[in-house]
T-cell receptor, first 118, second 115 residues
Framework: DADVTQTPRNRITKTGKRIMLECSQTKGHDRMYWYRQDPGLGLRLIYYSFDVKDINKGEISDGYSVSRQAQAKFSLSLESAIPNQTALYFC?????????????????FGPGTRLTVL | DAKTTQPTSMDCAEGRAANLPCNHSTISGNEYVYWYRQIHSQGPQYIIHGLKNNETNEMASLIITEDRKSSTLILPHATLRDTAVYYCIVRVPTMIKAAGNKLTFGGGTRVLVKP
């Protein structure tokens, strides 16, 4: 869905480097999420944000930090990347109160960032 | 959120209906059934959701049994572009901020649509 964009799409980095993954959305949604996906493990939530001043840890937040610079932007940082952070990372958005007739609590996902830490 | 059980994989002929089952025997009264799919290396895509009535939209139909312990996602005329992993999720949709509203994806069903 082009309304949620992620940059970069692919990144190879070395252990110990600081990495930032960016997510932008034009959907006007207030909630944003960062997930990681590993083979056989499904999606796991890293951080989520209800609005610019409301950020919360997910189930696997250790080693990650986030910044909600504006309602439309949510960045994920790996302060010191390690090999087991190699994964596919997805950003998602949703509305707290969806408009009448729309899908309730539907989340819209970005195309993903494939991160490899050597 | 209630646990779901889906077959690991299934094949379907192009142009035929694909029926994807999901068991959710521990579903509670306020939990909805959601279906998402993920085409290879793309972000998950919402398909449909329902509580107890059967639902239909432009993508699929959702049939929920009367006891709500299982459901079936139906892709009426499968195309090659429907090849994906399909996830059945049972959860409470909520506007309550404390709930986090995260999605928990299990293993899903890998659907291969063949010409």
């Amino acid at each position: 869905d082009a309304d949620v964009t992620q940059t970069p799409r692919n990144r190879i980095t070395k252990t110990g480097k600081r990495i930032m993954l960016e997510c932008s959305q034009t959907k006007g949604h207030d909630r944003m999420y960062w997930y990681r996906q590993d083979p056989g493990l499904g999606l796991r939530l890293i951080y989520y944000s209800f609005d610019v001043k409301d950020i919360n840890k997910g189930e696997i937040s250790d080693g990650y930090s986030v910044s909600r610079q504006a309602q439309a932007k949510f960045s994920l940082s790996l302060e010191s990347a390690i090999p087991n952070q190699t994964a596919l990372y997805f950003c998602a958005t949703s509305l707290t109160v969806p408009p009448a007739g729309s899908y309730y609590n539907e989340q819209f996902f970005g195309p993903g960032t494939r991160l490899t830490v050597l | 959120d209630a646990k779901t059980t889906q077959p690991t994989s299934m094949d379907c002929a192009e142009g035929r209906a694909a029926n994807l089952p999901c068991n959710h025997s521990t579903i509670s009264g306020n939990e909805y059934v959601y279906w998402y799919r993920q085409i290879h290396s793309q972000g998950p895509q919402y398909i449909i959701h329902g509580l107890k009535n059967n639902e239909t939209n432009e993508m699929a139909s959702l049939i929920i049994t009367e006891d709500r312990k299982s459901s079936t996602l139906i892709l009426p005329h499968a195309t090659l572009r429907d090849t994906a992993v399909y996830y059945c999720i049972v959860r409470v949709p909520t506007m309550i901020k404390a709930a986090g509203n995260k999605l928990t994806f299990g293993g899903g069903t890998r659907v291969l649509v063949k010409p």
